[in-house]
């Protein structure tokens, strides 16, 4: 089994160095919000969209990600949303006002919604196919711990410092990035073919997406409003995709999806995606408004999964060169589940913490070799401008799903609360105090179980996407399916 080499191995370190820094700073400041409201003396409505403003721009950068790369080269793109990304940091640590501070949170948004999708084509694109396995183990290491780890570090530089640290901390780290972009990321082709990039697509394509990402994300308005929002965006996404299935170079090649390898993976992924990111908003309604305890032992309590997410990446990336998507992203959906299951077996109002541990290590485990795996397998046999455009749609269906999840998951959880418990909402929950909230803790921690089970059962569906794969020989070897490549001249 082939090694990555020395110029392939610090070119993965340089990509998962960007990666992270997008992800964590995606998660980074929730932890700050309470901080931040006092500190602006503004309210929680107002505060969210400093999260809101980064993640809407991210998802507004994603779709052009691609066409970007095919205009200018993904190496120069790259490296230009590293320093955007170190100025827009600066600028949100020496912000001295909340309008300030959402505006340079969006500008960091921007530049982190071209780091993921064009890190993961330039990985895969510098390796044969036979190594991108190896290079998903290290590149793919941030998009699966960085969501857990964001909230810890944050927790960690606001108790030893200023809020002002959560945004500092980047400009030196994406300086370093851009440096070793330099240095260690293989240049552009020269004297390539300068693709116009699709203007029109992305009229389209961009206010659609982030009009359903805001509907889905909202917590404040009408519902019929919200409601409306994303269906105007979906209508968009819409006519975006009649047209680029017949447009010669359009913003995304919405046609991969035609592709059974690419379709079945990315069916998987937001199947997967929606109730895993989703069901993490369970943790902290158990550990902080059930039991009382501080966001520290919800920090705690996600650290196993981190760190299960971290090792069995590593081995399924080995695993996926020799046996396969099918199987090895099967296992992780049924260990995923089983583990899942077991948590709502067990989780009582004093289930011990030490178990609730265990059990997370094991999804995490799961999930290490389903996210990746799944992204990984699903591109192995595009190059070039379907490589990109791959990426960047795998990023959007991730991102989306995982905001379709936490709003459908949070939704669910505080209605079946409020119904069960006759209270108005999770606030009022927590509003009672310990002793109040004692007298319901078996039909609170019912309601997070049935609550879990809804989630579960959408994992099932993943699984069963996959599982209807034909069985064949390892990923990179199988050449039953159709490329999304064939019959198209380089």
Same mark, same amino acid.
């Given at each position: 089994?082939?090694?990555?080499?020395?110029?392939?191995?610090?070119?993965?370190?340089?990509?998962?160095? +960007?990666?992270?820094?997008?992800?964590?700073?995606?998660?980074? @400041? %929730?932890?700050?919000?309470?901080?931040?409201?006092? !500190?602006? $003396? !503004?309210?929680?409505?107002?505060?969210?969209?400093?999260?809101?403003?980064?993640?809407?721009?991210?998802?507004?950068?994603?779709?052009?990600?691609?066409?970007?790369?095919?205009?200018?080269?993904?190496?120069? @793109?790259?490296?230009?949303?590293?320093?955007?990304?170190?100025?827009?940091?600066?600028?949100?640590?020496?912000? &001295?006002?909340?309008?300030?501070?959402?505006?340079?949170?969006?500008?960091?948004? *921007?530049?982190?919604?071209?780091?993921? #999708?064009? $890190?993961?084509?330039?990985?895969?694109?510098?390796?044969?196919?036979?190594?991108?396995?190896?290079?998903?183990?290290?590149? +793919?290491?941030?998009?699966?711990?960085?969501?857990?780890?964001?909230?810890?570090? $944050?927790?960690?530089?606001?108790?030893?410092?200023?809020?002002?640290?959560?945004?500092?901390?980047?400009?030196?780290?994406?300086?370093?990035?851009?440096? +070793? !972009?330099?240095?260690?990321?293989?240049?552009?082709?020269?004297?390539?073919?300068?693709?116009?990039?699709?203007?029109?697509?992305?009229?389209?394509?961009?206010?659609?997406?982030?009009?359903?990402?805001?509907?889905?994300?909202?917590?404040?308005?009408?519902?019929?409003?919200?409601?409306? !929002?994303?269906?105007?965006?979906?209508?968009?996404?819409?006519?975006?995709?009649?047209?680029?299935?017949?447009?010669?170079?359009?913003?995304?090649?919405?046609?991969?999806?035609?592709?059974?390898?690419?379709?079945?993976?990315?069916?998987?992924?937001?199947?997967?995606?929606?109730?895993?990111?989703?069901?993490?908003?369970?943790?902290?309604?158990?550990?902080?408004?059930?039991?009382?305890?501080?966001?520290?032992?919800?920090?705690?309590?996600?650290? #196993?999964?981190? @760190?299960?997410?971290?090792?069995?990446?590593?081995?399924?990336?080995?695993?996926?060169?020799?046996?396969?998507?099918?199987?090895?992203?099967?296992?992780?959906?049924?260990?995923?589940?089983?583990?899942?299951?077991?948590?709502?077996?067990? *989780?009582?109002?004093?289930? #011990?913490?030490?178990?609730?541990?265990?059990?997370?290590?094991?999804?995490?485990?799961?999930?290490?070799?389903?996210?990746?795996?799944?992204?990984?397998?699903?591109?192995?046999? *595009?190059?070039?401008?379907?490589?990109?455009?791959?990426?960047?749609?795998?990023?959007? @269906?991730?991102?989306?799903?995982? +905001?379709?999840?936490?709003?459908?998951?949070? %939704?669910?959880?505080?209605?079946?609360?409020?119904?069960?418990?006759?209270?108005?909402?999770?606030?009022?929950?927590?509003?009672? $105090?310990?002793?109040?909230?004692?007298?319901?803790? &078996?039909?609170?921690?019912?309601?997070?179980?049935?609550?879990?089970?809804?989630?579960?059962?959408?994992?099932?569906?993943?699984?069963?996407?996959?599982?209807?794969?034909?069985?064949?020989?390892?990923?990179?070897?199988?050449?039953?399916?159709?490329?999304?490549?064939?019959?198209?001249?380089?």
């Amino acid at each position: 089994m082939s090694r990555l080499t020395g110029p392939e191995l610090r070119a993965a370190v340089v990509l998962a160095f +960007g990666g992270l820094m997008a992800v964590l700073d995606a998660t980074i @400041v %929730a932890v700050a919000l309470p901080h931040l409201m006092a !500190t602006f $003396g !503004t309210s929680l409505t107002a505060a969210q969209w400093i999260i809101t403003a980064y993640t809407l721009a991210m998802v507004a950068t994603m779709p052009l990600a691609a066409g970007l790369a095919a205009r200018w080269g993904a190496r120069r @793109v790259y490296l230009g949303a590293l320093v955007g990304f170190a100025v827009a940091s600066a600028l949100a640590g020496a912000a &001295d006002g909340l309008g300030w501070l959402i505006a340079a949170r969006a500008a960091q948004g *921007l530049s982190g919604g071209l780091m993921t #999708p064009l $890190g993961m084509a330039i990985g895969f694109g510098a390796v044969a196919q036979e190594r991108r396995g190896r290079m998903m183990a290290i590149t +793919g290491v941030p998009l699966l711990i960085g969501p857990i780890l964001g909230p810890v570090l $944050g927790a960690l530089l606001l108790g030893a410092g200023s809020w002002r640290a959560l945004f500092f901390i980047t400009v030196p780290l994406a300086l370093l990035g851009a440096a +070793g !972009t330099l240095a260690w990321l293989p240049a552009d082709p020269a004297g390539g073919r300068r693709v116009r990039l699709d203007l029109a697509g992305a009229m389209l394509l961009v206010p659609g997406i982030v009009a359903v990402a805001y509907g889905i994300s909202a917590q404040d308005g009408p519902s019929w409003a919200r409601i409306a !929002t994303v269906a105007v965006g979906a209508v968009l996404v819409a006519v975006f995709s009649a047209r680029a299935l017949t447009h010669q170079e359009p913003l995304l090649r919405i046609g991969l999806l035609r592709n059974p390898t690419f379709g079945r993976g990315a069916a998987v992924l937001a199947l997967y995606a929606a109730p895993y990111f989703g069901s993490a908003v369970l943790m902290p309604a158990y550990v902080q408004i059930l039991r009382s305890d501080s966001a520290a032992v919800t920090a705690a309590l996600m650290i #196993p999964g981190a @760190v299960g997410m971290g090792v069995s990446l590593q081995i399924a990336a080995r695993l996926l060169e020799r046996l396969g998507p099918r199987l090895v992203v099967g296992t992780g959906l049924g260990l995923a589940i089983g583990s899942g299951l077991l948590q709502v077996a067990v *989780l009582r109002p004093d289930t #011990p913490y030490l178990v609730l541990g265990l059990l997370g290590l094991l999804q995490g485990a799961g999930t290490g070799a389903i996210m990746m795996p799944t992204m990984s397998g699903s591109s192995r046999d *595009l190059t070039g401008p379907d490589l990109a455009s791959g990426s960047a749609l795998l990023s959007l @269906v991730s991102t989306i799903s995982s +905001g379709m999840g936490t709003a459908a998951v949070s %939704a669910l959880f505080t209605f079946l609360a409020a119904v069960m418990t006759g209270g108005g909402s999770l606030a009022a929950l927590d509003a009672l $105090g310990a002793a109040a909230r004692a007298a319901d803790a &078996d039909t609170i921690v019912d309601s997070l179980r049935l609550t879990q089970v809804a989630a579960l059962t959408v994992m099932a569906l993943a699984l069963a996407v996959r599982l209807r794969s034909p069985r064949h020989a390892p990923a990179i070897l199988d050449r039953q399916e159709p490329s999304a490549n064939a019959g198209r001249t380089p």
